[in-house]
């Protein structure tokens, strides 16, 4: 089994910064990319930002130039540094974990999302 558990969510006024942090545990082969997600009421979710296991990322671009995605890949873990925070980003954000699974060191199957269970963000104004 592959777990993905998210952290780091709270209440912030417009303009602050909050440090969203993601680990992955349990019978992991190998993670290709972890990226962030959110969903807002009555919306769809949507990406945020992703990071491969090289290193390479994305960003939406209503996050460009605020958030920054970063991972350790000796902890299996993705962080996501949100600054100049507007109420508009107030979602919930989701960790998602693209991941191979092992079985006695082995890779089994192809790789898989895993999706944390996901921690509020709200932006007051």
């Known amino acids: 089994q592959v777990q993905v558990v998210e952290s780091g969510g709270g209440l912030v006024q417009a303009g602050g910064s909050l440090r969203l942090s993601c680990a992955a545990s349990g019978k992991i082969f190998s993670i290709i990319a972890m990226g962030w997600y959110r969903q807002a009421p009555g919306k769809q979710r949507e990406l945020v930002a992703e990071?491969?296991?090289?290193?390479?990322?994305n960003y939406a671009d209503f996050v460009k130039g605020r958030f920054t995605i970063s991972r350790d890949n000796a902890k299996d873990s993705v962080f996501l540094q949100m600054n100049s925070l507007k109420p508009e980003d107030t979602a919930v954000y989701y960790c998602k974990g693209e991941i191979t699974s092992t079985l006695s060191g082995l890779r089994v199957g192809l790789a898989a999302d895993y999706w944390g269970q996901g921690t509020q963000v709200t932006v007051s104004s």
């Open positions: 990071i491969t296991h090289e290193g390479r990322t």
